[in-house]
């Protein structure tokens, strides 16, 4: 068995995804029995390739699924969370442009009441 490629599995659709990951699960306990039954060395070696397809495949329906997801969501007010953008925990905490400019109504009637004044210099 040769190692599946990701963008060979994006091109199929979600259902043969899904009866790949199963036949690739199903063959994984076949080489596991094998194992325990003091199979081959090159069935040995098999193991791992099966496990990292598995997990190839499974993350290309995880891939597809969130892209589905982001096209759903595209234009609403709020998106999920694993949808939005990642930062860091300090940025997404952090007050927003509007809130940092926002005033309170003393300081407000006071910047109105009292502008600042504009002088004429001369050189």
């Known amino acids: 068995m040769v190692k599946v490629k990701a963008s060979e599995l994006r091109k199929k659709d979600q259902d043969q995804l899904k009866k790949q990951v199963e036949d690739f699960k199903n063959e994984l306990s076949t080489l596991k029995v094998a194992k325990v039954a003091g199979g081959a060395p090159a069935k040995l070696a098999k193991i791992k390739i099966v496990r990292k397809s598995i997990a190839t495949a499974l993350t290309v329906i995880h891939e597809k699924k969130l892209e589905k997801v982001r096209l759903d969501s595209k234009g609403k007010k709020y998106q999920p969370l694993d949808v939005r953008g990642k930062r860091t ?20 009637k006071r ?9 004429a210099v001369a050189k």
Do not use: D, E, G
């Not at 910047?111 to 002088?119: D, E, G, I, L």
């Open 89 to 108: 925990r300090a940025i997404r905490r952090r007050l927003t442009k509007k809130q940092q400019n926002k005033l309170v109504l003393r300081v407000l």
């Open 111 to 119: 910047k109105q009441n009292f502008p600042q004044r504009r002088f």
